[in-house]
């Protein structure tokens, strides 16, 4: 499936298209889903670790967008 063509309302992080897992749904809420760490490791390549975890909590989790704004998966295990 090709994201952008069965749901081309949804919003992407720009820079961030390798760290896409896919689409989350819930409700009436579907959005781009990507890996938190993968989304780190992107930053990481202009900045140390600790200033990606501050950019990314601020400008990049932190943008609220609207309706399709873009989830964040943080893997761990119960």
């Not at 820079?15 to 990481?44: N, S």
């Amino acid at each position: 499936m090709k994201i952008s063509e069965e749901y081309p309302e949804l919003l992407k992080a720009d820079g961030f298209d390798k760290a896409i897992v896919g689409v989350v749904h819930r409700l009436d809420i579907t959005a781009i889903c990507y890996d938190k760490d993968k989304v780190i490791k992107i930053l990481m390549k202009d900045m140390s670790y600790e200033d990606a975890i501050e950019y990314f909590e601020y400008n990049v989790a932190g943008a609220f967008v609207g309706r399709h704004t873009p989830f964040f998966l943080e893997k761990g295990e119960l």
